[in-house]
T-cell receptor, first 111, second 117 residues
């Protein structure tokens, strides 16, 4: 029973364009959502988060949007850079320190 | 070095052997976690700990044992390794409450790639 789903295993985007990564969830009780970025042979690193009481959070080139009615969140990266090529995981919290992760999306930025 | 470290980084073991993966953090974070990463499953929580001597099961705890006698260490033991436990294992830590405006952010170690033959 996958509570957090990333339905696109991979995404390829041209450098300078916008990258949009999507994530769907089933549990309406999740109170916080996070995005992590992972390079090969390294641990995931925190990128950006959003509380369930908000619908948008922005940090530089990264913006996360939350649509609670659709149980959907997305990560926008603009403009995309070669260093953004990585695996991106979305995660959700149930009011505790435990996180539930999606399967990940591999983003490739092409020059 | 400050941060969260894991050892070994790579391990090959045989089916049935006991193996222990080590995790050490220098931040004195209350919470520590063990995840496994497998293709198609993302990161799945094995066990977590809210403080020294307090541990609890995650999503996939079968075949694993943890202990936490000191705040900074959180070893994960596979008592009798099986091929299905071949995976990349990540340790993470976090502090309770709010962290610089964001909540529940976890800091991950570099991972241990375990192969069970």
């Amino acid at each position: 029973d996958q509570q957090v789903k990333q339905n696109s295993p991979s995404l390829s985007v041209q450098e300078g364009r916008i990258s949009i990564l999507n994530c769907d969830y089933t549990n309406s009780m999740f109170d916080y959502f996070l995005w992590y970025k992972k390079y090969p042979a390294e641990g995931p690193t925190f990128l950006i988060s959003i509380s369930s009481i908000k619908d948008k959070n922005e940090d530089g080139r990264f913006t996360v949007f939350l649509n609670k009615s659709a149980k959907h969140l997305s990560l926008h990266i603009v403009p995309s850079q070669p260093g953004d090529s990585a695996v991106y995981f979305c995660a959700a919290s149930l009011g505790a320190q435990k996180l539930v992760f999606g399967q990940g999306t591999r983003l490739t930025i092409n020059p | 070095d400050a941060g969260i470290t894991q050892s070994p980084r790579y391990k090959i073991t045989e089916t049935g052997r006991q193996v222990t993966l080590m995790c050490h953090q220098t931040w004195s974070h209350s919470y520590m976690f063990w995840y496994r990463q497998d293709l198609g499953h993302g990161l799945r929580l094995i066990y977590y700990s809210a403080a020294a001597d307090i541990t609890d099961k995650g999503e996939v705890p079968d075949g694993y044992v943890v202990s936490r006698s000191k705040t900074e260490n959180f070893p994960l033991t596979l008592e009798s390794a099986t091929r299905s436990q071949t995976s990349v294992y990540f340790c993470a830590s976090s502090e309770s409450g709010w962290l610089g405006g964001s909540s529940y952010e976890q800091y991950f170690g570099p991972g241990t790639r375990l192969t069970v033959t």
